[in-house]
């Protein structure tokens, strides 16, 4: 990819997995695009350290401490990247409000929280497996949250590992006062001084 933004000419390229002929890019960026590079184990890790620019993960605190975040940094030291300027990224899906809302929405597809659907292919399965499931294993398994201190709670433990660049995915049955509370409350416990409303 770095080859075909920056290239002067028409080039060949035979790679492990694919082989391309007389490619060129017309329209070349004008500055280098960062790569980011989704990991969530040490092998892809490791192999995005040496080969991207930021990393994109989900996962336990715990787990992307002691086995992402190591290995994205050292590979990434190892081929002379800046430390400070490598993007952590932490994506995490959850909703904000009433936990009964919220919980009737996610069982839709709380059948991916169980884990011998891990494998399963066929979405009937896992759909109908979510009858087995009680709210309570869902709010254990989930960030479903009724207050905002328990989303600057889970940031804050992100945060402690080095994480630097949080993502969150609204599985909300109201989107609009998720916003609102972000801006309004998280952001401001940030020191971020959010942007007026239009």
């Known amino acids: 990819m770095r080859r075909f933004w920056s290239?002067?000419?028409?080039?060949?390229?035979?790679?492990?997995?694919?082989?391309?002929?007389?490619?060129?890019?017309?329209?070349?960026?004008?500055?280098?695009?960062?790569?980011?590079?989704?990991?969530?184990?040490?092998?892809?890790?490791q192999i995005g350290g040496l080969h991207a620019d930021h990393l994109m993960t989900s996962g336990s605190p715990e787990h992307l401490r002691d086995n992402v975040f190591p290995q994205f940094?050292?590979?990434?030291?190892?081929?002379?990247?800046?430390?400070?300027?490598?993007?952590?990224?932490?994506?995490i899906d959850g909703g904000y409000g009433n936990l009964k809302k919220l919980i009737a929405k996610y069982r839709l597809s709380a059948g991916s929280l169980i884990p011998e659907n891990f494998n399963e292919r066929d979405p009937r399965k896992i759909e109908a497996?979510?009858?087995?499931?009680?709210?309570?294993?869902?709010?254990?398994?989930?960030c479903l949250f009724s207050s905002p201190t328990q989303f600057i709670e889970l940031i804050e433990r992100y945060r402690k590992i080095g994480m630097n660049h949080?993502?969150?995915?609204?599985?909300?049955?109201?989107?609009?006062?998720?916003?609102?509370?972000?801006?309004?409350?998280?952001?401001?416990?940030?020191?971020?001084?959010?942007?007026k409303r239009r």
């Open 7 to 45: 290239e002067s000419d028409y080039f060949d390229f035979e790679g492990k997995y694919f082989n391309v002929k007389g490619v060129f890019c017309y329209t070349k960026p004008k500055k280098g695009i960062p790569i980011y590079w989704s990991a969530f184990g040490p092998k892809s890790a």
């Open 73 to 91: 940094m050292e590979a990434a030291k190892s081929t002379g990247k800046d430390p400070t300027r490598v993007e952590k990224c932490v994506y």
């Open 129 to 142: 497996s979510t009858s087995k499931l009680t709210d309570d294993y869902i709010l254990e398994k989930t």
């Open 166 to 195: 949080f993502l969150f995915g609204d599985w909300g049955y109201d989107p609009v006062r998720t916003v609102e509370m972000f801006r309004t409350k998280i952001l401001p416990h940030y020191g971020i001084k959010p942007k």
